[in-house]
């Protein structure tokens, strides 16, 4: 599903990137998510509105009494000129690792050993302020055995971290059971990718 964002000047006039560069002037400019996925904004006000939906689509509004301005493809160099201090705070993008266990355990494979490494430079090459920890199985099991296998996954984790000294405070917990599949199965499927934890370092 794209992602939609509106904004109605006067109120917000912020959105992916965007700046008044006036106080008569404003421009917004569509930016892609550091995945690349670009979403759409509606830009309006009480005289007219305009949609983007393409990376670096811009619109401009020249005063609170005017339309926005048919959309155009902003350039890099505009972007940069316009945005530098923007962009200079923009926080880098989100580090985000899949660990795999074994069947009905929360033991993790010989791989995932690396992984679980990778994710503790992370926290501390970013000083990482929130690490979001989700817990996942594949379809084998009964539903609640997989609620439950879920949650231990994401909290074996969790307990690792703190034992490697990683701030308790800035860990989040979350489960999904069997549902939310990386790879989509029927019922009683064991497949490996499926029985994992994702965490995502910020």
């Not at 308790?168 to 059971?177: C, D, P």
């Not at 069997?178 to 199965?185: A, C, E, I, S």
């Not at 064991?190 to 994702?198: C, F, I, K, L, S």
């Given at each position: 599903?794209?992602?939609?964002?509106?904004?109605?000047?006067?109120?917000?006039?912020?959105?992916?990137?965007?700046?008044?560069?006036?106080?008569?002037?404003?421009?917004?400019?569509?930016?892609?998510?550091?995945?690349?996925?670009?979403?759409?904004?509606?830009?309006?006000?009480?005289?007219?509105?305009?949609?983007?939906?393409?990376?670096?689509?811009?619109?401009?509004?020249?005063?609170?009494?005017?339309?926005?301005?048919?959309?155009?493809?902003?350039?890099?160099?505009?972007?940069?000129?316009?945005?530098?201090?923007?962009?200079?705070?923009?926080?880098?993008?989100?580090?985000?690792?899949?660990?795999?266990?074994?069947?009905?355990?929360?033991?993790?494979?010989?791989?995932?050993?690396?992984?679980?490494a990778a994710i503790l430079?992370?926290?501390?090459?970013?000083?990482?302020?929130?690490?979001?920890?989700?817990?996942?199985?594949?379809?084998?099991?009964?539903?609640?055995?997989?609620?439950?296998?879920?949650?231990?996954?994401?909290?074996?984790?969790?307990?690792?971290?703190?034992?490697?000294?990683?701030?308790?405070?800035?860990?989040?917990?979350?489960?999904?059971?069997?549902?939310?599949?990386?790879?989509?199965?029927?019922?009683?499927?064991?497949?490996?990718?499926?029985?994992?934890?994702?965490?995502?370092?910020?």
């Amino acid at each position: 599903m794209a992602r939609f964002m509106s904004v109605l000047l006067g109120l917000t006039l912020f959105m992916a990137l965007a700046a008044g560069c006036s106080p008569t002037r404003t421009v917004v400019v569509l930016m892609p998510d550091p995945d690349g996925h670009v979403g759409k904004a509606e830009v309006h006000n009480a005289n007219g509105r305009e949609l983007l939906e393409a990376s670096r689509q811009k619109t401009v509004v020249s005063s609170r009494w005017a339309a926005p301005a048919p959309a155009t493809t902003a350039s890099a160099e505009f972007i940069a000129a316009t945005f530098a201090e923007v962009m200079a705070i923009e926080p880098p993008p989100a580090d985000k690792f899949i660990l795999y266990f074994h069947t009905s355990t929360t033991e993790l494979v010989p791989a995932s050993q690396a992984t679980f490494a990778a994710i503790l430079d992370s926290v501390r090459r970013r000083g990482a302020v929130t690490v979001s920890i989700s817990g996942h199985t594949d379809s084998s099991g009964s539903v609640r055995q997989n609620e439950i296998l879920a949650r231990d996954r994401a909290n074996a984790i969790r307990d690792l971290l703190i034992q490697k000294g990683v701030d308790a405070g800035r860990l989040t917990v979350s489960s999904h059971g069997q549902g939310n599949q990386l790879v989509p199965t029927a019922d009683g499927v064991a497949q490996p990718q499926n029985r994992r934890v994702e965490v995502i370092v910020r």
